[in-house]
């Protein structure tokens, strides 16, 4: 048994989003766009390696472009779909350097809200189901080469100015390519669970000129694969929110990792932002129904174990392998 | 590898128990609400008068309320939402000849992911 070593994770989250409205940075929640909304979302994100373990001297960067939109089919049901492109640059020891690029599989969703109970007016608790499916659609080294399907459960509630929500969420893995940095890419079987508190810090009452809110938010996240790894993070955070985006902020602080079959991750640090002055910030030439566009920008660090470290073949594949096994 | 599971779901759980403090209010109003807004979703008449206002269970937060005021605002007639949070009152300005039905506006409620409790038009 390896026990990480504390880590920390900061991300800053400019959001605006209809569907997302509620939920935290890393937490799903049990809001949606209404019928015939469309939600779009852009996310960046820049993730680094390093601190090698091993003394190689091994260091990678990769830049991580999401694009992902929800869809109201009715009001209580909604197509989310996701699609990243990525950019890896890799060094090692000894002069070894390798560059890719190329789109991950794209993951797909359907978010069906089964149980509601409205108690005030702003006091809601929501009950949905989600059902995904990852396609073998992205690039080596990036995609999986699988169909790997996804069941969860989400829930969210809102009394007074208390927030809470939770979801637990299982991917089936049936063979994705092996990629240890990243969670699931171990090529088993992935549940995540999270669990979120948000409270309403300003102001004590709304009225209709006083639309602004501030909201404390703490998350724990957890991640479980089926070859045992598991890992537990908790994420206090704050966000500002108006009818027409919202600014969030929250700071990753791992709790508890058993990892085995992956790096453990001893830093990691995200940031995202979220313009939603209006369509010309998505760059995708859709015009959002609802809600606004966002940009997530994220940096993530990772420290490499000597369990991850493949044999030297070819200065190239050396640096490849180094981040897919 | 037992013990780490147990350390793991463990401290999920008691995370869990932190959300058990929550009351419960205004059931009575929900009740209402479902009968008023099935009724109102089978009224075509349309609305009389210059304004509407809406009171609507649900909205817990501005972007919230936003899914619902751009679907009101792209009805013929409407000119103007505004939202007050606090009191779930949803005021519809429609001064023009064109007149949004009762059944429309209940349907853009639902539609949008909430509860209409009732209808409130200008004397």
Avoid at chain 2, 42 to 54: A, F, H, N, Q, R
Wanted: with cysteine.
């Amino acid at each position: 048994m390896r026990v990480a070593t504390i880590t920390a994770t900061a991300t800053l989250l400019l959001a605006g989003a209809v569907a997302w409205a509620q939920q935290p940075v890393h937490n799903p929640a049990a809001t949606q766009p209404g019928k015939g909304r469309l939600m779009m979302r852009e996310l960046v994100t820049f993730q680094h390696y390093d601190a090698d373990p091993k003394g190689l001297g091994r260091q990678a960067d990769d830049v991580v472009l999401t694009t992902d939109m929800a869809y109201g089919l009715t009001g209580d049901l909604v197509f989310m779909l996701r699609a990243e492109y990525l950019a890896r640059d890799q060094d090692a020891r000894g002069g070894l350097h390798s560059d890719d690029d190329g789109f991950s599989d794209l993951h797909i969703m359907f978010k069906k809200r089964v149980w509601q109970q409205d108690t005030g007016p702003t006091d809601t608790r929501r009950l949905g189901l989600a059902v995904g499916l990852d396609l073998p659609t992205g690039s080596a080294p990036f995609g999986s080469d699988s169909w790997d399907p996804m069941l969860g459960v989400i829930y969210t509630e809102v009394e007074g100015r208390w927030g809470f929500n939770a979801a637990w969420r299982w991917k089936f893995n049936t063979g994705s390519r092996p990629n240890p940095l990243r969670v699931g890419g171990a090529g088993e079987d992935l549940m995540m669970t999270d669990l979120s508190w948000l409270y309403r810090l300003s102001p004590d009452q709304f009225t209709a000129q006083k639309t602004g809110a501030w909201y404390a938010i703490l998350e724990a996240n957890g991640f479980y694969e089926t070859n045992g790894d598991m890992e537990l993070f908790l994420a206090p955070g704050i966000m500002y929110e108006v009818q027409g985006w919202a600014l969030e902020a929250s700071v990753q602080l791992p709790a508890f990792q058993d990892l085995d079959h992956r790096p453990n991750t001893e830093f990691r640090k995200r940031h995202k932002t979220h313009p939603c002055s209006g369509p010309s910030n998505f760059g995708l030439g859709l015009k959002p129904v609802s809600g606004c566009c966002s940009t997530d920008v994220c940096v993530e660090h990772g420290t490499l174990q000597g369990s991850f470290l493949p044999e030297a073949k070819s200065p190239r594949s050396t640096a490849r392998e180094w981040l897919c096994r | 590898m037992i013990h780490k599971h147990i350390i793991f779901w463990a401290m999920v759980a008691l995370a869990g128990f932190g959300c058990q403090t929550t009351s419960t209010t205004h059931h009575d109003h929900v009740e209402m609400g479902t009968g008023v807004a099935e009724a109102m979703l089978k009224d075509t008449t349309p609305i009389d008068g210059p304004s509407v206002t809406l009171v609507v269970h649900g909205m817990s937060c501005p972007l919230c309320s936003n899914n619902l005021g751009k679907t009101l605002m792209e009805m013929p007639g409407v000119e103007g939402v505004m939202v007050n949070l606090d009191t779930g009152k949803v005021v519809v300005t429609t001064p023009g000849p064109i007149k949004p039905t009762r059944s429309a506006l209940a349907g853009a409620v639902k539609n949008s992911g909430f509860k209409l409790i009732r209808l409130e038009e200008a004397p």
